[in-house]
């Protein structure tokens, strides 16, 4: 059974770093045809593609918020990391991190970590 | 970018009705369209891949068509626990992976 299991503050302030972390299981982060992406939701919003990542470490990001997002992966501990940096509050929202097989459909989805921007 | 645009914004309609959705994107993207569903406070469900093939679990109520830029979910019969919001997304081009901005099913 494949499960996300996501974790990252609530909180954070303006000008910050926002670090989120999901932790996978149920299938392998080495498998070369499995992505991880995450996708956010501002309340009462429609989704929004964040960034993906591949086994071989291939990466890509919405335009939008390339200069201010990374995604790495750390195999061993089956965990994928986003990070963006210089939140403001426009960036609250719902982030969810997501199975993409060969990069297609978002076929499992991570509980969601509802990340308020605010002073 | 790839725009998708659903149509209607909301649907307001009763137990038993049939559900029309619509999907149109600002170019052709064949058949690489999916269609999730989100209820309140869930993370999104894939119900179609590929415009018109049913992922596991999603009942045969449920029917996508369509291809190039114009697409169509189907819901035969609704049942109480239809009623939610509906999402397209594209695989076609990416980056961006795009989804459309939703479509409300509401209870008339």
């Known amino acids: 059974q494949v499960t996300l299991k996501q974790s990252g503050p609530v909180l954070v302030r303006p000008t910050e770093t926002l670090t989120l972390t999901c932790t996978v299981s149920?299938?392998?982060?080495?498998?070369?045809?499995?992505?991880v992406s995450w996708v956010r939701q501002p309340p009462g919003k429609a989704l929004e593609w964040l960034a993906l990542?591949?086994?071989?470490?291939?990466?890509s990001y919405s335009p939008s918020l390339k200069t201010r997002l990374t995604i790495s992966e750390d195999i061993s501990k089956s965990q994928v990391v986003l990070t963006m940096t210089n939140v403001d509050p426009v960036d609250t929202a719902t982030y969810y991190c997501?199975?993409?097989?060969?990069?297609?459909?978002?076929?499992?989805w991570g509980q969601g970590t509802v990340v308020a921007v605010s002073a | 970018e790839i725009v998708l645009t659903q149509s209607p914004a909301t649907l307001s309609l009763s137990p038993g009705e049939r559900a029309t959705l619509s999907c149109r994107a600002s170019e052709n993207i064949f058949t690489y369209l999916g269609w999730y569903q989100q209820k309140p406070g869930q993370a999104p469900r894939l119900l179609i891949y590929?415009?018109?093939n049913r992922a596991t679990d999603t009942p045969d109520r449920f029917s996508g068509s369509g291809s190039g830029t114009d697409f169509t979910l189907t819901i035969s019969s609704l049942e109480p626990e239809d009623f939610a919001v509906y999402y397209c997304q594209q695989r076609k081009n990416w980056p961006p992976i795009t989804f459309g901005q939703g479509t409300r099913l509401e209870i008339k």
């Open positions: 997501a199975q993409l097989p060969s990069g297609d459909y978002f076929n499992s």
């Open positions: 149920g299938f392998s982060l080495r498998d070369p045809k499995m992505a």
């Open positions: 990542i591949f086994s071989n470490d291939e990466v």
């Open positions: 590929d415009a018109s």
